[in-house]
Structures are given as C-alpha cells and as structure tokens.
C-alpha cells in the first residue's frame, strides 16, 4: 500500500532525524517560546488536575510554606523564582509577604502572572543571561527540575549567576530528579496520532517519541519528531540530567554554596534513597 507520495524522501529524513544526537546538542525547534506550544504550556499549567507542568496547587501551597518557614524569610525578605513560569508560586510567596521577582523566557506566561500578582516584579529574561544585581535576595528558588534540562556549563553559570544576586549566608531552593526517576527507564520508542491537533501543533500530526540514554552522563533525551499531514517534520529536544544527592552536592560546594538539606521534595518531605525526586536546600558560604 502506498501511504504518501514522496515517501522515500519522507523515510530518507526521518532516518536522519532518528539518530543519536551529540549529548546536550539544542533543541532544533524551540519550544518554550513557541508560540502555539506556549499556550498549550499555560494550559497545563493551570490544570489543576495533573502534575504535567506545575505541580498541583496543593502542593505548591505546601512547597511556598516550607520554603519561607525553613529559611525564616520574614515579610519584606527578597525572593527570586527562576523559571517562574505563570506565576504560581511566586504570588503565594507575595501572599506571605515577601518581596518577589520572578525571571521567565515565556511572555505568555508572563502575562498571565502579572495579572493575578500585582505585587511581584517579573522580568522577562533568559535566566542564563540575565545579570542580577549582588547581593540582593534572601533566598531564591528553581522549581521543577528546571537545573536538570541544563548543559554542565550552562548550569554552572546559573548557580554562579544565583549564588552572586543571593545575600552572604542566602538560601537556595531547587529540585532535580534522580537517577530513580521512570522518565529516566522510559520504553525506547513510542508513536501516536493527533487528528485535529494537540499539545505539538494545532493541526493533525503523527508524533514519534524515541528516548535515548546516555549513561556515562547519567542523561536522558526525550526525541520527539513531529509528522505534519504536508510532510514537514519537526523535531524537538528534551534533555535531562539525572543527579544523585551526591554528584548535585558536589556541583554545589564547587559553585561556593554548602547544603544544608536533602529531602524528597521542597514541601520537607523525608529523603528517600530510591525517591525519584530530590529537593535541595543550599546557602550561599
Ligand atoms: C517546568 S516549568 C516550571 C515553572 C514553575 N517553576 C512551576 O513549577 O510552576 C519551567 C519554566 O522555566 C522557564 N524557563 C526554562 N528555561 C528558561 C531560561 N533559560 N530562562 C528563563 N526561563 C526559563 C519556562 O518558560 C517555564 O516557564
């Protein structure tokens, strides 16, 4: 049976595309700041329902409370939530009374979190780049396991860039998955069909997810290709580096920051040795 016309060439590509790329090699398409995909982003993260982009609101209700109590942030205490996305801790943070300011690349979700947080500031920036005042915040977070989708060196210049704009003594909050983690030991390949659009494309597609794995690195790829009905394929690159409590504290103490706790979560959850997640609490030394 003949499927598509031009389906060699079409065969020729994905071969191409299906290979191994070079560890950390960037995404060809952007995502993040995509502009369709970035309101299907904002959807998840408001779905109250999934833990799919944020975490539940529960949850991060609980996370903002521990965060301020554990490192005894008093009202008008600074705080700076990277990868702040729409917003929803940092407008629980503000509802503490702390002074926030939150840095995200995706205008859309910026926009959504100045409307519903008048009282934080929120710059949109790469926080890669972005150069922060010293010595200006009480304490600062990274919440999702955002340090983890990071090349070594861009994460070291973040945790430079982070352990500068943080006051001497300063709390640093973040979170990354573990070795542990089933994302990590996914199946190797998978295939689905969108026929009237989904999260990738507002028109049908046919998406193949292969899951690459680069031990030595204690790294995964999530590959996504993306087949529109016209032929044009995308592809789309989701890197993540998987810590142990030990590698992550030993990229903290080179990057001048002491940890002063592990845990299975930033809501204080007990440290689990086979936890998928590890939360960090780190100061600026
Ligand atoms: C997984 S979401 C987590 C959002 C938020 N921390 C939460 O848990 O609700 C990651 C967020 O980081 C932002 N982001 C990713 N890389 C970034 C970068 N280099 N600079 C600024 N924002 C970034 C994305 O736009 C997105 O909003």
Not at 270 to 277: F, H, R, T
């Amino acid at each position: 049976m003949r499927l598509i016309e031009n389906n060699r060439l079409l065969f020729n590509r994905l071969a191409d595309l299906a290979t191994k790329p070079p560890l950390f090699e960037p995404s060809p398409a952007r995502f993040w700041n995509d502009p369709y995909i970035a309101q299907q982003m904002l959807k998840a993260h408001l779905d109250p329902t999934t833990d799919a982009a944020s975490r539940r609101p529960e949850t991060i209700e609980r996370c903002a409370a521990w965060i301020a109590e554990r490192a005894g942030l008093l009202p008008g205490a600074r705080l700076l939530d990277l990868g702040c996305g729409p917003g929803l801790y940092a407008r629980r943070f503000a509802g503490r009374d702390l002074r926030v300011t939150g840095v995200d690349f995706s205008e859309n979700s910026l926009a959504y979190a100045r409307q519903h947080d008048p009282h934080s500031t929120y710059i949109h920036a790469d926080y890669r780049t972005l150069d922060l005042p010293p010595e200006s915040f009480e304490a600062a977070v990274l919440i999702y396991g955002d340090l983890c989708v990071l090349n070594d060196a861009d994460r070291d210049t973040v945790l430079h860039n982070v352990r500068r704009a943080l006051c001497p003594g300063g709390y640093f909050f973040f979170d990354v998955m573990t070795p542990q983690h089933s994302d990590y030991h996914q199946p190797s390949a998978r295939w689905w069909v969108e026929t009237s659009g989904g999260f990738w494309k507002p028109t049908p597609y046919l998406a193949l997810l292969r899951h690459h794995q680069y031990p030595e690195h204690e790294t995964g790829l999530e590959q996504y290709l993306v087949i529109e009905d016209s032929g044009d394929v995308t592809e789309y690159r989701i890197w993540s580096h998987y810590y142990s409590p030990e590698a992550i504290t030993a990229v903290l103490e080179r990057q001048g920051f002491e940890v002063v706790g592990r845990y299975g979560n930033l809501t204080g959850a007990p440290y689990q040795p086979d936890g998928e997640w590890l939360g960090l609490a780190a100061r600026r030394m």
